[in-house]
């Protein structure tokens, strides 16, 4: 059929489509609402997944790397501790170093700052009992740190007596700027009266209910040092005059550190340069198997439940097509007549899931997307991803409309004529 002819057939299924408007809108519905369903999984899914940037500054602010300790030699991947992509190659049982000794391993003029996690935490009283938090030692005021949590009110801890806590730890204890925060003593604690006053409240840039006490990481380290049951862990974030390249990270993981390189994760090295190997693919295969069954089901009952719409538009269509058969139209124009309407109606429908689901993700993750606990990152769109979409939705709606289609092509025009078919 030539380019005339189509247009021809368009006009004619525009015409139709607002001629029967009950039936468009049932048509639309059916094939829009699993494209609908995919588009706003798709956005939610990108807005989810973090861009390295996000990651990088939820791990290590805005440091040029994050170091942590391995106790002895190691391997790892670009990604480093942040996508655990490391492992030990020899004797691990090598003593900690201290903030010092990691400086002078470093370039000349770098900055150091330390994040002491509590690997036992601290219990909390509140006035529904007992509320476990993480503990951490970090100056999340300092520059380096910025992006790992975001202040919602009062200052960072300036002494060891001073603390800030996570809005959602706030909530639950009834504490507030000015509050005295007392650890409960469940036996481990170095000092049974060890007691902050709140300074701060932060909220933490992964996760809406984190709670988590930050105090200075010297309060952390010296009871740590006191009581061997007060394990802790270290991160260390650099500030370097200069990027922390590939070469310097092969050189620290002689000496025991796992390095997580801004410049590293966001530029990897050549392959042929990591001698670290995960052993995994990083893609599930069954759980997208499955996920594409799904998909595929949920596409073959739209085509199975439209196809009845365009098939009772086909029948009311049957004296119009005949009419045009007798002008001189063949089998294959009445039959891309049809396919038409469902390429004027996939069309409809892709462009009004599509924008519905932006609108609703737009409305629903600020609001529901709360009831999740990680963060997400920036609204992402992905244009070329939606159109894709929309496609799928033109083809589901001409998979319906086939066999309608296929029966206007062989219906005998003189029998619909005389009066024996239906009338439009």
Do not use: C
Request: proline fraction near 6%; hydrophobic fraction near 45%; charge should be neutral.
């Amino acid at each position: 059929m030539n380019t005339a002819r189509w247009r021809a057939a368009l006009r004619m299924a525009r015409r139709q489509t607002w001629h029967a408007k009950g039936r468009s809108l049932l048509v639309i519905a059916l094939i829009g609402l699993p494209v609908f369903a995919l588009a706003g999984a798709d956005i939610a899914y990108r807005t989810w997944q973090l861009s390295p940037t996000e990651k990088l500054s939820r791990a290590i602010g805005t440091a040029d790397a994050g170091i942590e300790w391995a106790g002895g030699p190691v391997q790892q991947g670009p990604g480093g501790y942040l996508k655990y992509q490391w492992s030990t190659v020899g004797d691990t049982n090598a003593p900690q170093p201290s903030t010092a000794q990691l400086r002078a391993q470093l370039p000349a003029g770098s900055r150091v700052i330390s994040s002491d996690q509590s690997t036992q935490g601290a219990e909390v009283r509140t006035p529904a009992g007992l509320e476990y938090a993480s503990m951490t030692g970090l100056d999340y005021g300092d520059p380096i740190a910025r992006g790992i949590v975001t202040p919602d009110g009062g200052r960072a801890p300036r002494t060891d007596g001073e603390a800030a806590i996570t809005s959602t730890l706030a909530a639950k204890a009834d504490l507030h700027v000015g509050s005295t925060l007392k650890l409960v003593d469940t036996g481990h604690l170095p000092d049974p009266n060890w007691t902050f006053t709140v300074v701060g409240i932060v909220r933490d840039s992964g996760y809406r209910h984190a709670e988590t006490v930050y105090v200075r990481s010297s309060a952390v380290q010296a009871p740590t040092a006191q009581d061997a049951s007060w394990p802790g862990s270290t991160t260390w974030l650099v500030d370097s005059p200069g990027p922390i390249t590939w070469h310097e990270v092969l050189r620290l993981h002689t000496l025991g550190y796992v390095v997580t390189s801004r410049q590293v994760y966001l530029h990897p090295p050549p392959a042929g340069e990591i001698a670290y190997n995960s052993g995994g693919s990083g893609i599930d295969k069954q759980a997208l198997s499955i996920a594409t069954l799904i998909v595929g089901m949920a596409l073959l009952e739209v085509v199975l439940l439209a196809g009845p719409a365009f098939a009772v538009g086909a029948r009311r269509q049957r004296r119009h097509l005949a009419l045009v058969a007798s002008a001189g139209g063949r089998s294959s124009d009445l039959r891309n007549i049809v396919l038409s309407n469902a390429i004027v109606l996939g069309v409809v429908s892709g462009l009004v899931s599509i924008v519905l689901a932006v609108v609703g993700m737009a409305i629903g993750i600020p609001t529901l997307g709360s009831l999740v606990d990680q963060v997400p990152g920036r609204f992402d769109v992905r244009p070329g991803e939606l159109e894709l979409l929309a496609l799928v939705e033109v083809f589901i709606a001409l998979a319906a409309a086939a066999f309608p289609a296929r029966g206007a092509a062989r219906m005998d025009v003189v029998v619909v004529l005389a009066g024996s078919g239906e009338k439009a």
